[in-house]
């Protein structure tokens, strides 16, 4: 390997959570990096492949478990997506203080639901965000979970129940109210700078159809559409998936 990686932990609230910083084997002066975001019912792990490609082209990069994921602290049935939210702007601190971070190329790659957190993160760190690529990201997932219908599950959306198990993962009630009301296309709206987006053309979990939605709301965006994708990209799809995220990256660069 042609990098080099070391486990973090950086306080999000009263989480720790944990994470794994991957830079360039040799470099010097200063580096871009990519702050990168899994989805739903994973762990960093989801990010790992991003992650090795970037290092073998320059570019550094840190991802982490959720709160309530992987080895990160706190409940799954706590999680919230404003408190992802506050765990990607704990991220963007983070990797601000490090002493190599190229501060005028800092990058959110997020996959799935990680895709929603880093648009909403924009809202309020927008202006330190070089550039955005999203993965197959959620951004159905206030129309469906406003009807009471998440990931096959169904309820009664007037009265959600206090968790809800799917797949062994356990949701809170918090999750699915805060969920059905999130507003996802205000911050597209606000956020200018280049955004890249990734979707499988069978994805019958986040629709693309969501994601031709926000390529017209964000100001500067890009669709690509794989073919044959689902939620998740399978050998080929996942290299044309690498290869669009690079080249979106180092095109958009600051010199």
Known sequence: PQWTELNVTIQSGENTLRGTLTAPGEFDGKLPV???LHGLNTDRNWCTDIAWCLADHGIASIRFDFNGHGLSDGAQEDMTIARETADVLAMLDYVEGLRFTDMDNIFLIGKSLGGVVAT???KSRGDEIRAMCLWYPGFGIAATTHFGFFLGQQYAPWDPPETLEIAGYTYGKAFLEE?????VTEPMYGYDRPVLI???DRDFIAPVVFSFHAANSFPNCRLEVVPGGGHGFQAYQEL???????????RNMAR
């Not at 969920?179 to 507003?183: F, L, T």
């Not at 044309?240 to 180092?250: K, R, Y």
Request: no cysteine; glycine share 4%; hydrophobic share 65%.
């Open 34 to 36: 990519a702050i990168l």
């Open 120 to 122: 909403l993160a924009t």
């Open 240 to 250: 044309i998936a690498l290869t669009h995220t690079l080249e979106f990256l180092q």
């Open 198 to 200: 990734i979707h499988g």
């Open 179 to 183: 969920a059905a009301a999130i507003d």
